[in-house]
């Protein structure tokens, strides 16, 4: 996500970054290149221009020229200043309600369907919350099957009256239906239409006030760019939201919608969808997201994520295996596995700094463990926790078993020869060499 405009702004930040005298000139030129990738990547003029306004005021009022290290310092204003851009500081989602009652809005095609059976599993499984979905797409039988379907997949219950077409009417017997068998969240997903128009914004506030939702999102495919925005000032007149979803910022995104919506609806970002699977929804921080934007990768994010996955008694007795130097294929395994739970690989590597701006040309595939894993699974028990006995004759059944060649079983017990190794040194503090073995690795 946003990889021309990290780019771009990388380009501009350099002679800033120590590769040049510093002046109010080149200050002043930077900026404008700043405007330039903020245009680009489709934020409205007049927000880019009082964006680098602002950074050039607070720029030369804070001695960025005199500074010990001037290029960090503006830098950081850039980023602090994208930051307030986007928001600030993270919105929660609003669950005081009992039950509490969320409606979905947006056009049709934005991705509402499936962000409500994201939102629904977030909830279930973060928050401890018993959620119920509502299908109130009356036009739509797909969005109703399409519902179920999602539904399914997340376990989660959901309300639909498919003989019915009065959304309000659904909505209030889906309420119902909530308080009567214990469900503590209600997401009702409404009719999205190909453009606005005024029989679909009655429709949405005909439920809004019948309703009073505790929260009201309005839901926005990221990928549209400055008419995602249009589209939300529409919305915002006439529905008044809480909260604002980006959906597909895995996509080809050029990030103006992310950057420039909450100050034209003055409405925070709450959610981004980052992906197909069901849990490929995260927190907006925008502290968070002007990190990565800038290339500065999002630490904070990828060791949530890893603590998520992390089982603290089962990271003990890894501990042990390594000291004992009984760490296997089957550890490595499911090590694997951990990691694929965390999301895709190109979105754990943004999130890791400077390897972003590293792979940007490298497609890291979601199914580069296949081969891997086809290997593992065509070793032995034995073998797997004793690779030291697998010889030529193994390697080449071993290769024959998992559709691979001899060349890439040695390059795998190669490679987690070094690894155990590395994991050892690290138990025993040996960082240098540890250092030195990394740089010989792939």
């Known amino acids: 996500m946003f990889e021309s405009l990290s780019d771009k702004l990388d380009n501009?930040?350099?002679?800033?970054?120590?590769?040049?005298?510093?002046?109010?000139?080149?200050?002043?030129?930077?900026?404008?290149?700043?405007?330039?990738?903020?245009?680009?990547?489709?934020?409205?003029?007049?927000?880019?221009?009082?964006?680098?306004?602002?950074?050039?005021?607070?720029?030369?009022?804070?001695?960025?020229?005199?500074?010990?290290?001037?290029?960090?310092?503006?830098?950081?204003?850039?980023?602090?200043?994208?930051?307030?851009?986007?928001?600030?500081?993270?919105?929660?989602?609003?669950?005081?309600?009992?039950?509490?009652?969320?409606?979905?809005?947006?056009?049709q095609g934005s991705g509402k369907t499936t962000f409500s059976g994201k939102l629904a599993n977030y909830l279930k499984t973060k928050k401890s919350k018993k959620p119920l979905l509502v299908a109130c797409d009356v036009y739509?039988?797909?969005?109703?099957?399409?519902?179920?379907?999602?539904?399914?997949?997340?376990?989660?219950?959901?309300?639909?009256?498919?003989?019915?077409?009065?959304?309000?009417?659904?909505?209030?017997?889906?309420?119902?239906?909530?308080?009567?068998?214990?469900?503590?969240?209600?997401?009702?997903?409404?009719?999205?239409?190909?453009?606005?128009?005024?029989?679909?914004?009655?429709?949405?506030?005909?439920?809004?006030?019948?309703?009073?939702?505790?929260?009201?999102?309005?839901?926005?495919?990221?990928?549209?760019?400055?008419?995602?925005?249009?589209?939300?000032?529409?919305?915002?007149?006439?529905?008044?939201?809480?909260g604002v979803v980006l959906t597909k910022l895995d996509g080809d995104t050029r990030g103006g919608a992310a950057i420039s919506i909450k100050s034209v609806v003055n409405k925070p970002i709450k959610f981004i969808g980052t992906g197909e699977k069901m849990d490929a929804i995260d927190v907006f921080y925008p502290s968070r997201m002007a990190d990565r934007i800038l290339g500065m990768g999002d630490v904070v994010s990828l060791v949530e994520r890893a603590q998520e996955q992390y089982d603290e008694e089962e990271a003990r007795k890894l501990q042990k295996k390594i000291a004992k130097n009984e760490f296997g294929f089957d550890d490595f395994l499911n090590q694997l596995q951990q990691i694929k739970k965390m999301g895709s690989m190109k979105d754990l590597m943004g999130m890791i700094p400077g390897a972003g701006k590293m792979l940007k040309d490298v497609e890291i595939d979601d199914d580069a463990f296949k081969p891997i894993e086809a290997i593992i699974h065509s070793m032995t028990p034995e073998e797997r926790s004793k690779p030291s006995i697998i010889n030529a004759s193994r390697k080449k059944r071993i290769g024959k078993g998992s559709g691979t060649s001899v060349q890439q079983v040695n390059q795998l017990l190669k490679q987690f020869s070094q690894m155990s190794k590395m994991m050892k040194m690290m138990q025993g503090g040996g960082g240098r060499k540890m250092m030195q073995m990394m740089k010989g690795m792939k």
């Open 12 to 107: 501009a930040l350099h002679v800033l970054k120590g590769h040049g005298q510093i002046t109010e000139v080149n200050v002043a030129e930077t900026l404008k290149e700043v405007r330039r990738a903020l245009v680009d990547a489709d934020v409205n003029y007049k927000i880019a221009k009082e964006f680098t306004t602002t950074v050039k005021e607070k720029a030369l009022g804070q001695d960025v020229l005199t500074a010990l290290k001037p290029g960090q310092m503006m830098v950081k204003l850039v980023k602090d200043e994208l930051t307030q851009l986007m928001g600030g500081d993270a919105e929660g989602i609003n669950l005081s309600g009992n039950p509490s009652v969320i409606l979905m809005s947006g056009l």
């Open 140 to 242: 739509r039988p797909a969005a109703i099957n399409q519902l179920h379907v999602v539904g399914d997949q997340v376990g989660v219950e959901v309300f639909s009256d498919e003989g019915n077409q009065d959304p309000v009417a659904i909505s209030k017997a889906a309420i119902a239906h909530a308080k009567a068998n214990g469900h503590n969240v209600v997401i009702i997903d409404t009719a999205g239409r190909l453009a606005v128009d005024e029989a679909m914004m009655t429709e949405i506030a005909n439920i809004h006030s019948a309703i009073q939702p505790q929260e009201t999102l309005f839901v926005v495919d990221s990928m549209t760019g400055q008419d995602a925005v249009n589209t939300a000032k529409a919305f915002n007149d006439r529905l008044n939201f809480d």
